[in-house]
């Protein structure tokens, strides 16, 4: 049998082919370049397929019609990329119903729940969705397992859905944090995963269908059924993993955020480690590393009674084991405000009585234990500041918020403002700590970690980041 001819039409005025959009320095507000067709060619040449591409068309119902007549006479399969939503450039179903027979209009999945087919002069037609993880998933599930009938090969769906991710192998793991899935759909995770203790966790990665990042991040693919719903953490999930993954030398790293941190993991893999690392505040880390839930934590926890950190709540989570300590630097936390600082923010009093949004953290972060520290010698109720409900659980997070406009200030470290050419006012200098329980100084990547610490290249970058201060 030969092998399907196949047919990409992108269509949408907001898209730009690609060579062009990177050779404008200024883009025009509201478009995007056309990158889906990226993905689709790989992964048709991964699967030993050809497909055109077809030039990108506007959103224009005759025009997209009069190209989709024409695509069903020359291939096996056309799809067309967008234009399956309700909106009033939305032409797709109106082309396919006009054209051809609907076939389906959308599916219980997520992501790729606009999904559609017609059947158009005997010719399949596939609607992919415009955003990258649904044409990403919609890929997977229907067009290589019909690819794979039009070309007369066998296989059950599951098999053929593991092919098309490029399983190499399957892992049974536990969920680290529970996990809630819309009723009666079935959800595409992208996950990471590591070994602590014994067991093999995996936890789910940014969820969002625009977000193809999370897609190259992630070791693998969990799909959960219609029927999970609320998927409990310890939750039994096998994952079809995509990487080949050495959980010998990957450490699992839960607690403050720092972008520091994030940086130690270039040079501990240099050293034959790995770091991955879940941002779940200082709290939330050293909870986790009692549960034995991590390799290793951080934290700046500031003790109200006698203004110590971490002392306490160390000896509070780790009920009696052997933690080490290892005190990395001093870094500088204070008020982030907009470029220029507008509202006049010179204090805290000052972030208190002026009419603002402020921009807050997740509980037991230390930026927000020590926010609600200020608060109470301010004698001010949490109720007195409008958006302290807000929860960011980074301080880039946060202050993205002020500088997209949505805060006008939020509480967190000066390198975070410098990044994004923000203001600051300092307030306090706070230890940052990793806590190690004593049984994992001796893995390979917890020693790779150690040695990172004081790497020339990395201690520059830290230092050009602003706002820290290193304790030798």
């Not at 609907?102 to 992501?111: G, Q, Y």
């Not at 990395?328 to 507008?342: A, D, E, L, S, T």
């Amino acid at each position: 049998m030969r092998r399907p001819r196949t047919l990409f039409i992108p269509t949408g005025d907001e898209i730009i082919a690609r060579k062009n959009w990177l050779a404008d320095s200024k883009p025009k507000s509201g478009t995007v370049a056309e990158s889906n067709s990226l993905f689709i060619e790989s992964s048709f040449k991964s699967w030993g397929y050809d497909i055109d591409v077809s030039k990108i068309l506007p959103d224009d119902a005759e025009i997209l019609e009069e190209h989709v007549l024409k695509a069903v006479e020359e291939y096996d399969l056309v799809l067309v990329g967008a234009g399956s939503a309700k909106g009033r450039r939305d032409h797709t179903l109106e082309v396919f119903e006009h054209a051809g027979e609907i076939v389906f209009r959308w599916l219980r999945m997520k992501p790729g729940r606009p999904a559609m087919a017609a059947k158009i002069s005997g010719t399949p037609v596939i609607c992919l969705p415009g955003f990258p993880m649904s044409t990403a998933v919609v890929l997977w599930s229907l067009v290589f397992p019909l690819l794979n009938m039009l070309s007369s090969k066998a296989g059950k769906q599951e098999d053929l859905i593991r092919q098309a991710i490029g399983c190499i192998c399957t892992w049974d793991t536990k969920l680290l944090v529970p996990h809630s899935s819309p009723a009666g759909i079935r959800e595409w995770l992208r996950v990471k995963t590591a070994r602590v203790g014994g067991q093999i966790y995996c936890w789910a990665l940014t969820s969002g269908a625009s977000v193809l990042w999370a897609l190259a991040e992630a070791d693998g693919i969990a799909l959960l059924p219609a029927s999970a719903l609320e998927c409990e953490k310890g939750t039994d999930v096998p994952v079809w993993m995509t990487r080949d993954v050495d959980l010998d030398k990957r450490i699992l790293f839960q607690g403050s955020d720092d972008p520091a941190i994030q940086l130690l993991a270039t040079p501990i893999r240099r050293r034959g480690g790995e770091l991955v690392s879940r941002a779940v505040g200082s709290m939330g880390g050293l909870a986790a590393l009692g549960r034995g839930e991590c390799h290793l934590a951080a934290a700046h926890l500031l003790d109200e009674s006698d203004g110590t950190y971490n002392d306490s709540f160390i000896k509070r989570f780790s009920n009696g084991r052997k933690w080490e300590r290892i005190l990395v630097f001093y870094r500088m936390q204070g008020i982030i405000v907009q470029k220029g600082n507008p509202k006049n923010i010179h204090s805290f009093e000052d972030l208190c009585s002026c009419d603002l949004v402020f921009s807050n953290r997740q509980p037991g972060a230390g930026t927000r234990v020590l926010f609600d520290h200020l608060l109470k010698q301010c004698n001010k109720a949490p109720s007195d500041i409008k958006g302290y409900e807000q929860q960011c659980t980074t301080h880039m997070e946060a202050a993205n918020r002020v500088y997209t406009g949505l805060a006008d200030a939020t509480l967190g470290i000066k390198s975070a403002a410098d990044a994004l050419g923000l203001d600051f006012v300092p307030l306090a200098e706070e230890p940052y700590e990793l806590v190690i329980p004593s049984e994992y100084m001796e893995h390979p990547a917890i020693k790779a970690l150690i040695d990172s610490l004081k790497d020339e290249g990395w201690r520059k970058k830290v230092e050009n980041m602003g706002g820290y201060r290193w304790t030798d």
